[in-house]
């Protein structure tokens, strides 16, 4: 929502007004007070004009030219109450101009520049125009009914006042449509100011946020923008140093060549120490502007990054090819072993033979199916859990599927209410596939199993963590810098494929999976869950 330019005024304003408007109509009405005052102490219409009662025409010109003057200190704080502000202002004008009236002979110019309060009030506040035009019309009455009353040989005529009357009538309506329509037009270009203002906030965010360097160069090699990306790459200098030669000098020297050769080398270089290697692409600003340029940095390390996930996720569909052509022949081969095993004539040697056969038809089609696994997973559905009764949930349903004998599995959770974002099937499957494992191989010697999974809060408003820890031997660190690796295993009969689909199931969840070691021994592998999102009062987001 876009910011108004004030938030004091009344609520019975037609809209926001500018302290210059205010200003201006103050100034007005001194100016006004001031004409009074020299009509009233220095006539200027010589015979037309005669002042028929001094002590009034005297104090009301004093006083109404004390008020203006308050009145245009004050317009900071009258600002915040525009309706009372005009409203008693006009009310005071209009008295003013009545009593000065009474004491002048003749109609003068007095009506004429009341004219102008009443424009002036109508175009502030059109709601409220026939009003103040109805005021002053009986203002201007006031001095010519008097006189009537009284027989006074120095009233003007009737038809001059109805002639006011209805100019104020009609000063007042004009004024109040245009009022109206200037009112619609600078909201408008209010509105479209804040959408101008948002739409270079979201494309400054956009290029700030940008994995390409950009910046932005002036004839003299001085670097008017620069977002993040670039100032990292050219080595993080320091906010001040707008030098593109003193930060970059290579870049420096690039640039040069490209202006005055038309094109630039297209080999990567380093643009500081221990930055990654960039090509520079440059091009004008616009194709008349040959004093802004501007440079794009292509980090390379990215580009062989993208190329490297395109081969990986072609070699994951050829695997899965290769892993479905091989389950075929595979349950051949173990089907032919389970009905060799059964035959009466194999001896000792062959029966071991045999036993060998089935143990490795059992791993490699263990392989086969988490390769097919990982090709056919669905994508991440993420849904919002409470963290504490998924782990009660879970640890109830292993145990009904399991039979854990002396091995012991807890749920461990916390005192306040923990949610999460996950797709609950992914996160069903990887802390499965985390708890088999610590039930496995997490023991020690000659001893049951102690496995908990444990839900609770990182700090007291960071993310949530699921923990899945046992009280074995824990991983040599040489090996936990591999574990999640494919492929990679220490057992006899492992596929190195759990740990590495964990990890790959944890992060389409946009959670991260760790190892973290336990100290006194053991095991912790550590889920880092994406924090539930609220939308708090006034649209804020909230974590």
């Not at 120490?273 to 502007?289: G, H, K, W």
């Not at 089609?365 to 849904?383: F, K, T, W």
Request: hydrophobic share 45%.
């Amino acid at each position: 929502m876009a910011p108004t330019r004030y938030q004091g005024l009344d609520r019975d304003a037609p809209g926001d007004i500018t302290r210059r408007e205010l200003y201006f109509f103050n100034l007005y009405r001194c100016l006004e007070a001031f004409v009074y005052a020299s009509l009233v102490f220095a006539p200027f219409a010589g015979e037309s004009v005669r002042l028929l009662r001094p002590l009034l025409g005297h104090t009301v010109a004093v006083v109404y030219l004390g008020v203006a003057v308050i009145l245009l200190l004050l317009t900071e704080r009258l600002r915040r109450h525009l309706a009372a502000t005009i409203g008693v202002s006009l009310a005071i004008d209009i008295a003013a101009a009545a009593a000065v009236l009474l004491a002048l002979s003749g109609y003068s110019l007095v009506p004429m520049m009341l004219l102008v309060n009443i424009g002036i009030a109508a175009l502030l506040m059109p709601q409220r125009a026939y009003v103040f035009a109805l005021g002053a019309a009986l203002g201007v009455s006031i001095p010519y009914l008097y006189d009537l009353v009284n027989d006074s040989h120095e009233s003007v005529s009737g038809l001059s006042v109805l002639a006011m009357t209805v100019a104020y009538f009609v000063a007042a309506t004009l004024l109040r449509n245009l009022g109206g329509h200037l009112r619609e037009a600078e909201d408008l270009a209010e509105q479209r100011g804040a959408d101008l203002l948002n739409l270079e906030q979201i494309n400054d965010l956009i290029i700030q946020r940008m994995r390409t360097g950009v910046l932005l160069v002036d004839r003299a090699n001085y670097i008017l923008r620069i977002n993040e990306s670039a100032w990292h790459l050219i080595g993080n200098p320091p906010p001040g140093e707008r030098e593109l030669g003193v930060v970059a000098p290579e870049l420096s020297r690039r640039l040069y060549h490209w202006r005055h050769k038309g094109q630039g080398e297209e080999s990567a270089v380093s643009l500081a120490t221990d930055m990654p290697e960039v090509i520079p692409r440059f091009t004008r600003l616009s194709p008349n502007d040959d004093a802004n340029v501007l440079i794009f940095l292509d980090d390379t390390s990215l580009v062989s990054r993208r190329a490297e996930e395109l081969t990986l996720s072609s070699l994951g569909r050829l695997s899965a090819s290769i892993a479905h052509e091989i389950r075929n022949p595979l349950a051949a081969i173990r089907y032919s072993a389970q009905l060799l095993a059964e035959s009466p004539d194999l001896n000792g040697d062959d029966t071991r033979l045999v036993e060998i056969i089935n143990n490795h038809c059992t791993r490699a089609n263990d392989v086969v199916e988490n390769i097919l696994q990982l090709s056919r997973r669905e994508r991440s559905r993420p849904e919002t859990l409470d963290l504490n009764a998924w782990v009660l949930g879970f640890v109830d349903d292993y145990k009904q599927s399991n039979d854990l004998g002396q091995d012991q599995l807890r749920a461990i959770t916390s005192n306040k209410r923990l949610e999460a974002v996950a797709d609950p099937q992914h996160l069903q499957q990887v802390v499965w596939n985390l708890v088999q494992n610590a039930l496995r191989y997490g023991r020690q010697p000659g001893q049951p199993a102690r496995v908990a999974v444990v839900a609770r809060a990182a700090t007291e408003k960071g993310p949530a963590l699921l923990e899945v820890i046992d009280r074995g031997p824990g991983i040599p660190p040489k090996v936990a810098a591999q574990i999640f690796e494919p492929f990679y295993t220490t057992h006899e009969y492992g596929t190195g494929l759990g740990l590495y689909l964990a990890k790959q199931m944890s992060e389409a969840s946009q959670a991260t999976l760790e190892y973290v070691p336990v100290a006194g021994g053991g095991a912790c592998f550590r889920l880092t869950l994406q924090a539930a999102v609220s939308i708090g009062p006034g649209g804020a987001v909230a974590a």
